[in-house]
């Protein structure tokens, strides 16, 4: 009875753990790694209360929890390992969940990819992930909660007003150039 028992445990432990890479996962893995740079940012350290929102800007930052960024730079890293690393994310946002926003770019100066996590109008994750072959990659994973896409944008007109050096969010984008 007892092994009967040892042995289905064994077995529910083994099929119980996907070894699917997840966003997040990789996030873990990646963020203390040689030529990868992580920062964590709640939505509050980048002061929105200093902006002067329209009400639907005000509904989007409030249906923000907070950033997770990661970075890989060739300036620490190699050519191969960016080639590995990119085959990497690029197969994790393959997965079902992950629905397609907007593409753009080009294979020569960089290319650049928004996905989602959620409904047209509940996203729970929203993703900017950019690579440049001569520079390295950007993730961006824009947490919250019940998040709507064209409120979201409606915040590309007072991003420049976010209290970005304070974040650290200045010293992410010169990690990268």
């Not at 080009?106 to 992930?129: A, R």
């Not at 950007?138 to 970005?164: C, H, N, P, W, Y």
């Amino acid at each position: 009875m007892l092994l009967k028992f040892s042995t289905l445990i064994g077995l529910f432990l083994v099929l119980g753990c996907s070894k699917e890479l997840t966003l997040q996962t990789y996030f873990v893995e990646h963020q203390e790694a040689s030529g990868f740079m992580s920062v964590d940012i709640p939505m509050s350290f980048l002061n929105p209360d200093q902006i002067e929102l329209s009400d639907i800007q005000k509904e989007a930052v409030d249906s923000i929890d907070k950033l997770n960024m990661l970075a890989y730079s060739l300036k620490d890293g190699t050519d191969e390992e960016l080639n590995s690393e990119l085959v990497k994310i690029k197969s994790i946002l393959k997965a079902d969940k992950y629905n397609d926003l907007m593409r753009g770019g080009n294979p020569t100066e960089g290319k650049l990819y928004i996905k989602y996590i959620g409904e047209d109008s509940e996203i729970d994750e929203l993703i900017v992930f950019g690579f440049s072959l001569d520079n390295g990659f950007a993730i961006i994973r824009v947490l919250g909660d019940d998040m709507e896409i064209s409120k979201i944008m409606k915040l590309e007109s007072v991003l420049d007003q976010f209290d970005t050096e304070n974040a650290n969010v200045e010293d992410f984008m010169k990690f990268l150039l």
